[in-house]
Every structure is written in C-alpha cells, then in structure tokens.
C-alpha cells in the first residue's frame, strides 16, 4: 500500500512554456502532500506544502506565480512550471502525506524536466 | 527553511560498519527521519526517531539525541548496494519537513 505516482517521468519544454505535473496518491488519502526540488547531487529542497482544498503554503525564495500548485482533491495533487527557463530544469519529486503515523510521507517517482 | 548538516561524503569497505551523523535546529523540531537515495530514484524511507535512543531495523540503525539536537544512522555489514546518499529529514511542527544535505556513501570492496 501507500503508493504515489507522478506523471509525467521526464518532460522537456522549450523556453517560455508552461508545464503541468500530476502527483497522485494512488491506494489511500493524502492529506497533505509536499512538493521538492532537487538539482544533481544536492539535497532535497521543499517548495510548497499543499492541503486538499486550500491555498499551498510556499517557502521562502519560492515564487507562488511561477510555481502553481493545486490540491483538487484527496488523492491529486498539481504543480505547473508557468514560463518555464533553462535555470527551471531539474528533478521535481512529490510526496503525499496522511498515513497513522505522523512522520510518514510516500514519495512518487519523480519528474525530471528539461528546459531548453 | 531549516538547516540540516550532514558530511557530504564517507568511503567504507564491504562489511564494515559507517556512521552518518547529522545535527538540527531545535525550534519547532518533532522527529528525525532518514532515507536513501540512488542516483535518478526518490527516496525511500528507512527510519523516524521522535525520542532519545536507538532504534534499530536490521542492519540499519538510526539514534536521537534532543538535548544536542543530533541525530545519526547506522549501518552496519555494509554491503556494496547500500553505495547511494542518504538524507536525514526533520519533522517541524508536525507539519513540514526539511532534508539535510545529505551524505554520498562510498562501499568498495
């Protein structure tokens, strides 16, 4: 159980465009799923906190208007890069929250996007 | 965010046993989680302390201090898959977590 799927796995995008990323928590709710970055061999860094049906809390540095993160439901969670630059690829990871435990969160693949 | 330390690289032969420590900023803190990650994959979880002590699960080991804000996992036989980074991640105010900057270990033979 406790799985998180995200589509797509790898994206490349020219300059400019716009790019949507699914992240779904496919045999249970999430109730609280958390959007990361990661450039190569650096560590995990956290962009939003998104809770079904309200506003994504941002962190700092994290521009809201570029970085749209939507939680439409209990199992799906969106990120869209809006005029997506070179300095935007990377390896964009998702994780879902709302097992028992407190500390438990279930990570999806990832996606990795290139943009040129 | 918070700031989590790591060493950003440790080499260690097949067998032997590797500590990775990790230490924390306290406001706000709930637990210490860790995790591995190979190279293009997610991370996958392997242990959470929320209270002082060692929790053990198999080969891998994971210890809590609060009073030093300091964490650190164990593994011990290491065996040459166990060569990826692992990232300790806190828990903060039940609500977020944040990763540190992992540490990159090296198994040889």
């Known amino acids: 159980g406790a799985v998180v799927s995200q589509h797509p796995s790898r994206v490349i995008c020219k300059s400019g465009t716009s790019v949507k990323i699914e992240c779904r928590s496919l045999?249970?709710?999430?109730?609280?799923m958390f959007w990361y970055r990661q450039f190569p061999k650096q560590s995990l860094m956290l962009m939003a906190t998104?809770?079904?049906?309200?506003?994504?809390?941002?962190e700092q540095g994290v521009e809201k208007d570029k970085f749209l993160i939507n939680h439409a439901s209990l199992t799906l969670s969106t990120l869209t890069v809006t005029s997506a630059h070179p300095e935007d690829s990377s390896f964009y990871i998702c994780?879902?929250?709302?097992?028992?435990?407190?500390?438990?969160?279930?990570f999806g693949p990832g996606t990795r996007l290139t943009v040129t | 965010g918070q700031s989590l330390e790591q060493p950003s690289e440790v080499t260690a032969v097949e067998g032997a046993i590797v500590q990775i420590n990790c230490t924390y900023q306290?406001?706000?803190?709930?637990?210490l989680s860790w995790y591995q990650q190979h190279d293009g994959g997610a991370p996958t979880f392997l242990s959470y302390?929320?209270?002082?002590g060692l929790e053990e699960t198999g080969r891998f080991s994971s210890f809590l201090s609060r009073s030093d804000s300091y964490g650190y996992l164990l593994l011990q036989e290491l065996q040459m898959k166990d060569s990826a980074s692992y990232f300790c991640?806190?828990?903060?105010?039940?609500?977020?977590?944040?990763f540190g900057s992992g540490t990159k270990l090296n198994v040889k033979p």
């Open positions: 994780s879902a929250r709302g097992g028992r435990q407190t500390y438990e969160q279930y």
């Open positions: 045999d249970f709710q999430a109730t609280t």
């Open positions: 998104s809770n079904e049906g309200s506003k994504a809390t941002y």
């Open positions: 306290t406001s706000g803190f709930y637990g």
């Open positions: 302390n929320a209270l002082d």
């Open positions: 991640a806190a828990l903060y105010n039940f609500n977020k977590f944040y």
